[in-house]
């Protein structure tokens, strides 16, 4: 069972907007940064936005994403086959100093 | 370019020790902290612990206590982590990342190591 709460599947089509919900509490979200990460089947986690809403040079600005109390959001637009992973979002979490996660959300581009 | 190089994929039986390496390349290796995360198959991801490569300071996740030990090498700018007492839900790929501080993102992570626990 994952501390942070994200849903298990997303899906949209090539051009379409999708967004991937993550739900934490006080001593994570609410206080820390939220960071999210895509994996590509096989490979380590790729950091993919920082610092809530930040993008690492590199990352389109397709990617997106915001924080709002105890919950954050991952919008992707202009879906691209490309885009087919697992994201992750992430948090320290104060209680129990340690890095949290959520459980990851597979993307399927139909 | 940073890089981190782990070791490679391990096979172990139950109640094993199991000790692997992630070795910096890049950066100043004691200006950042790393940390060790895993991930079962098919599941998701599962801090660990973190070592400073300073002075060797390490904080470990409550879950692992007693079963876990970071150490580094400066020398050879590697971090290294043995899990002890191997069980079958060990079995997991298990990365290592770094952070610029103790609990700031991790931005760069290793490729990964296997290791599976099976009798």
């Known amino acids: 069972q994952s501390v942070l709460t994200q849903p298990p599947s997303a899906s949209g089509t090539p051009g379409q907007r999708v967004t991937i919900s993550c739900s934490g509490s006080?001593?994570?979200?609410?206080?820390?940064?939220v960071h999210w990460y895509q994996q590509l089947p096989g490979t380590a986690p790729r950091l993919l936005i920082y610092r809530n809403n930040q993008r690492p040079s590199g990352v389109p600005d397709r990617f997106s994403a915001s924080k709002s109390g105890t919950s954050a959001s991952l919008a992707i637009s202009g879906l691209r086959s490309e885009d087919e992973a697992d994201y992750y979002c992430?948090?320290?979490?104060?209680?129990?100093?340690?890095?949290?996660f959520g459980g990851g959300t597979k993307l399927t581009v139909l | 370019q940073v890089q981190l190089v782990q070791s490679g994929a391990e096979v172990k039986k139950p109640g094993a020790s199991v000790k692997l390496s992630c070795k910096a390349s890049g950066y100043t290796f004691t200006n950042y902290y790393i940390h060790w995360i895993r991930q079962a198959p098919g599941q998701g991801l599962e801090w660990m612990g973190i070592i400073n490569p300073t002075g060797g300071s390490t904080t470990y996740a409550q879950k692992l206590q007693g079963r876990v030990t970071m150490t580094r090498d400066t020398t050879s700018s590697t971090v290294y982590m043995e899990l002890s007492s191997l069980r079958s839900d060990d079995t997991a790929v298990y990365y290592c990342?770094?952070?610029?501080?103790?609990?700031?993102?991790?931005?760069?992570w290793g490729q990964g190591t296997l290791v599976t626990v099976s009798s």
């Open positions: 006080s001593s994570n979200i609410g206080t820390n940064y």
């Open positions: 992430a948090a320290w979490d104060d209680s129990l100093s340690g890095w949290v």
């Open positions: 990342a770094r952070s610029s501080g103790y609990s700031e993102l991790l931005d760069y």
